[in-house]
């Protein structure tokens, strides 16, 4: 099965505060992606690769900025943060698109 | 706006009973549905999937049937378990959009 880890696995920052969150994962898988949860939303896409140094927008990407240094490690860039941004976010991974393999999430409060 | 769409928000059933959750979607490119289960403090995993060849689609206790002409799907859970407590997701993706858009969830609390 697919190993997806995320870290940190909980974060308290400040609103304006800078925050990276980091995802890598370990079966060459294609797409990787980055999804945040909130009750009453759902799973909202937010920025997903398909390679290293490939990048493309989701649903919700505002106020956040994404980076595919390699085929393993893909991050999430918050560099203002703000309560709104508070969320459970997940990364996943998968090697055709049709199939995500998902971290155990980040928990990410902004006070 | 939601391009997929889950009622209800949140059911109970009793143990042996069969679960019914309802998925519809607006865009007609969508051609592929995958469900996945969240069970609590989890992260959520593929359940099943269908795509727009189908009309149903069954591994064990787990049924998606399919109505393309009103765009409408729903997963029934047959002999509903306590086990099966858990947010159900549907999602949808296009030929070539690469990425899944998931709805908001239905929660799912099996009484014994």
């Known amino acids: 099965e697919a190993a997806v880890t995320q870290s940190p696995r909980n974060k308290v920052t400040v609103t304006g505060g800078n925050v990276t969150l980091s995802c890598r994962q370990t079966n060459s898988h294609n797409y990787m992606y980055w999804y945040r949860q909130d009750t009453g939303h759902g799973l909202r896409l937010i920025h997903y690769s398909y390679g290293a140094g490939n990048l493309q927008i989701g649903d919700v990407p505002d106020g956040y900025k994404a980076t595919r240094t390699t085929q393993e490690d893909f991050f999430l860039l918050l560099e203002l943060a703000s309560p709104s941004q508070t969320s459970l976010y997940f990364c996943a991974s998968s090697e055709n698109w049709n199939t995500l393999y998902f971290g155990a999430g980040t928990r990410l409060s902004v006070l | 706006q939601q391009q997929v769409r889950q009622s209800p928000q949140s059911l109970t059933v009793w143990e042996g009973e069969t679960t019914i959750l309802n998925c519809s979607y607006e865009?007609?490119?969508?051609?592929?549905f995958p469900w996945y289960r969240q069970f609590p403090g989890k992260s959520p995993a593929l359940l099943i999937a269908?795509?727009?060849?189908?009309n149903k689609k069954e591994d064990g206790r787990f049924t998606i049937f399919f109505n393309k002409r009103e765009k409408k799907l729903s997963l029934h859970i047959t002999d509903s378990q306590p086990g099966d407590s858990a947010t159900y997701f549907c999602?949808?993706?296009?030929?070539?959009?690469?990425?899944?858009?998931f709805g908001t969830g239905t929660t799912v609390s099996v009484s014994p």
């Open positions: 269908i795509s727009l060849v189908s």
């Open positions: 865009d007609s490119t969508f051609d592929y």
């Open positions: 999602a949808a993706s296009y030929q070539g959009g690469r990425a899944l858009i």
